[in-house]
C-alpha cells in the first residue's frame, strides 16, 4: 500500500520509498526523499518561478533517463504550472513554489533543471551562466583554473560570479543580471567564452568539437538561450554515487588540487548548509544583479 504523507497540510502519496536508486551507496528513495526536505530552505529559492525540466531516472541512474518537460500525468491540482513560450508553440510546465510541491516532484525521482529567467518575464534573463566540462585527462581541477579567469573578466564588466559543482565532472558559474534579453546575455557569454580561449589556447575551447576536447575545459556559454536549461543549484544528479550540484567558495576552487575534493554527495550538504549557509543567496539579491555591457 502506498504510504499517505501530509506536508504543509497536502496529501501526497508517495511510492517505493525502499527502493534503491543509488546502488553504489546504497542510498534509498526515501533518503532522496528526505535529503530534499532537508535543503528545501535553500533550494526552494532558487526554483521558485522557474519553469522546471525534469530529467527523470525513476531506476536510478542505471535505468532510462529522460527529460519530461510539460506538466506530467496525474500533477496535483495544487501544483503551480505556468505557460511557457516555446518556438514549437507555448506549453505548459511545471513550477515548484514550495515544500509539499517539492516532495511531490522529488517523488518523480529527477533532476531539477531551470532556465535563466522566471515566468513573470520569458523574455528577460535575470541570469548568466557558464558550464566548464572538462575534457579527459582534464578535471575539475583546470575548471577551477579557467573558473578563476571568467571571475576576473566578469568582475571588469562589474557582474559577479559564484561557483557551484555541476554535480558531474565540471563547474558551473553562476551570477545575477539585469535588464538584458537571452540572446543580449548569450552574446556577451560567448565573447567571452572566446577571450577566454584566446587568453588560455592551451587550456579553453569554446565550441563543443569533440577531437579538440581531451585535456581542455569547454566553456558552454550556449546554455543562456532562452530554450535552455541548467541543473538547479542542489539538485541531486543521475550518477552512479548520490552527487550533488553544490556551492563552493571560491577559497574551495581557488585550493582545488584534486577532483574528489570538489565532489559532494548527499550526505555532505546539510552541514555545509549548516557551516555556510546559501552560497549562493547573493544571487537572488536584485540589487546585486549586475548589466551586461
Sequence with gaps: MTPITEVEGRRLALSNLEKVLYPATGL??????????????????HLRDRP?????????????????KNVPPGTPEWVTTAEVPRSEGPARMVVVQDLASLVW???????????QWVIQDPSV???LVF??????????????????????????????AYPKTSGSKGLHLLAAVRGASSERVT???????????RGM???????????LRPGKVFVDWSQNAARKTTAAPYTLRARDEPAVSAPVTWEEVEGCRSARTLTFLASDIAPRVQDYGDLLAPLLDGGRAGVVP
Design 187 to 197: 552574446e556577451y557569454a560567448k565573447r567571452l567564452a572566446v577571450e577566454a580561449e
Design 52 to 68: 522546471l525540466s525534469f530529467l527523470r531516472y525513476p531506476d536510478g541512474p542505471d535505468g532510462q533517463i529522460f527529460f519530461a
Design 201 to 211: 589556447p592551451r587550456l579553453v575551447l569554446h565550441r563543443m568539437t569533440r577531437s
Design 125 to 127: 534573463a535575470d541570469r
Design 131 to 160: 558550464d566548464l566540462d572538462p575534457g579527459s585527462p582534464a578535471t575539475v581541477v583546470e575548471c577551477c583554473e579557467v573558473a578563476a579567469w571568467l571571475r576576473e573578466r566578469l568582475a571588469a564588466d562589474g557582474i559577479e
Design 28 to 45: 534509498t528513495k526515501g533518503e532522496v526523499l528526505h535529503y530534499y526536505a532537508t535543503v528545501a530552505d535553500v533550494l526552494l529559492p
Design 105 to 115: 516532484a522529488a517523488n518523480l525521482v529527477t533532476e531539477f533543471h531551470t532556465p
